[in-house]
């Protein structure tokens, strides 16, 4: 039979736009002729849920949608419908709801498989709301066995992982079934299904991709995985559906950070594989279009402002905004103080015309001066310092947020991972916004990035990336002068916030003077209130701020 992986994005609590979105690409299906179409998980209220999932009009809705799907399939020669939706638990005692996959034909509900492995760690929640399946069943589709699978429940092949999650594999359940079912199995081929709501984090469609290959050749099997793709608020999904063959070579691959419906049949197995995956640097560029593009349309704008300070960070922002949402939905707006260098004003014009983004010039020197001027009674005998300088990216904050409500534009963030670690950033000031972008890259990724933005062409200025960084909030100042270089300082902010490694592993892995990594460090755990007051951040790391890292806000932590 042929099986088409339909690769779609989902809106959260969008049931009647992911419905239409899900008979459009089945009805696809069916005229590339195939016999059943796979959705992912929870594709049809969208992954994650969260608290929605407390709410009984959620299921309900939920439930109403998995009626009208499976009436879709009454029609003679329309394909079957494989899916992830919520039902209500059927337990009396426990959670109240199922995080299953609904296989829809001849106009009903002919099976249900219920997920059983519930993740609990990073960004996953899910024991918060789901009851576990305890067994899982083999079921048939045109007399094709098949073996279906919810995401985590392919997350823990003993021998693919070096420890396992949990206690039992249902993958490994579910082969044991096959075969001791010598009835209904004999002569078939093996096949294994996956609907995933996987979220990306860089590099992870390669161990993906690796891990599901090592299911494929243990059990013999061809695995057949299909992944949510699209941002919904920090997460980005990245896609990247994909058949593995039983000697573990890929049959086909759907495209990553992009729809995508792809077919394969089960009789030959030798469909072309799509390309390989993108290079690191280019797969980060997409995800965090992909991840700006959706949190800004499924939040309901279509516009964005972008504080253009002549800056690395703020160039690469305007140059993922621009790419997300089009030219037409950017505006750059310069704030210059008398810090502010003439070098970077030119810089900030110049990259927005070159991105073709409208660019606004309001100088704040007047502003920032009757500011002073204000607190100069309670700041009399004091020197000029950090009050003085957060002062001007707390005007500029506030300038933007004026522009967002009068013209609804969200503001983007332009901080970077380094500096939201350190705490290298104002808060109220350049932390305002809606959407922090690079929130989750490091600095040398950021030059990393806008030299991948220039691969053809200038497009931010080369001034922009080879000067040294500044934020230009009092003369002649360096991000040197608070902090050791980045290429020193992002290893030891890497191993720390996303490894957990201590000060002494720190120092001995990367040949660093402990005093020095300590006092990083230090600085990491000082700010973790301003961090937990920031504007959701993109995840594209193993460990991004955000709710997949939870630490408290008053504790004295040893470094």
Not at 252 to 275: I, K, P, Q
Not at 496 to 523: H, N, P, T
Request: charged share 20%.
């Amino acid at each position: 039979m042929k099986i088409a992986l339909a690769q779609i994005n989902p809106t959260v609590g969008d049931f009647a736009g992911n419905t239409k979105k899900i008979l459009e690409y089945a009805a696809s299906a069916g005229d590339m002729g195939a016999g059943l179409v796979v959705f992912p998980e929870l594709a049809v209220c969208g992954y994650p849920p969260a608290d929605l999932l407390e709410k009984a009009v959620f299921i309900a809705r939920a439930e109403q949608a998995v009626v009208e799907l499976a009436g879709w399939t009454a029609v003679r020669g329309r394909p079957a419908i494989l899916c992830g939706t919520v039902m209500a638990a059927v337990s009396k005692v426990g959670k109240q709801v199922r995080n299953v996959a609904v296989l829809l034909a001849e106009g009903k509900v002919n099976f249900v498989q219920q997920k059983m492995l519930l993740p609990f760690y990073d960004v996953f929640d899910e024991q918060r709301y789901f009851e576990a399946g305890t067994e899982q069943t083999l079921t048939c589709v045109d007399g094709q066995p098949l073996a279906i699978t919810i995401c985590e429940d392919a997350w823990n092949d003993k021998g693919f992982w070096p420890r396992q999650m949990y206690s039992v594999d249902p993958v490994e359940g579910l082969m044991s079934q096959w075969e001791k079912r010598k009835t209904d199995t004999a002569g078939k081929q093996r096949i294994i299904l996956n609907i995933s709501a996987s979220p990306y984090w860089q590099g992870k469609p390669h161990v993906r991709q690796s891990m599901l290959a090592a299911i494929a050749v243990r059990h013999g099997a061809y695995v057949a995985m299909v992944n949510q793709v699209g941002g919904n608020d920090s997460l980005v999904f990245d896609g990247s559906s994909v058949v593995i063959r039983p000697d573990g070579g890929v049959a086909v691959r759907a495209a990553s950070f992009a729809e995508d419906l792809v077919v394969f049949d089960t009789e030959d197995g030798e469909v072309a594989a799509a390309d390989a995956f993108a290079d690191g640097v280019e797969e980060l560029w997409g995800a965090l279009v992909l991840g700006t593009r959706d949190y800004v349309r499924k939040c309901g704008f279509s516009k964005v402002l972008v504080g253009l300070s002549g800056g690395i960070d703020s160039a690469l922002v305007a140059a993922i905004a621009v790419e997300a949402l089009g030219a037409e939905n950017v505006v750059g707006v310069g704030m210059p103080t008398e810090y502010s260098s003439l070098g970077s004003i030119e810089d900030a014009r110049k990259l927005a015309k070159n991105l073709g983004v409208r660019f606004e010039l309001l100088p704040i020197h007047d502003v920032f001066a009757q500011f002073q001027h204000v607190l100069q009674p309670l700041f009399s005998g004091t020197s000029f310092g950090l009050a003085e300088e957060n002062l001007q990216p707390r005007i500029r904050g506030t300038l933007l947020m004026a522009l967002s409500n009068k013209f609804g534009a969200l503001v983007l963030t332009t901080g970077n991972k380094s500096e939201m670690s350190t705490g290298y950033c104002t808060l109220y000031g350049d932390m305002v916004g809606a959407l922090a972008v690079i929130g989750d890259v490091m600095k040398m990724r950021v030059y990393a990035l806008s030299r991948y933005v220039n691969r053809v062409k200038e497009i931010i200025p080369w001034a922009t990336i080879e000067k040294p960084p500044s934020a230009e909030l009092r003369p002649e100042q360096r991000d040197t002068d608070s902090l050791p270089p980045y290429e020193v300082l992002d290893p030891i902010l890497e191993a720390y916030v996303e490894r957990y490694c201590s000060a002494e592993q720190i120092a001995e892995e990367q040949g660093v003077d402990v005093r020095l990594v300590k006092s990083v460090l230090e600085l990491v755990e000082r700010s973790e209130y301003k961090r937990q007051q920031a504007a959701p951040v993109l995840k594209v790391t193993r460990k991004s701020f955000g709710m997949g890292r939870r630490f408290p806000i008053a504790v004295k932590v040893q470094v």
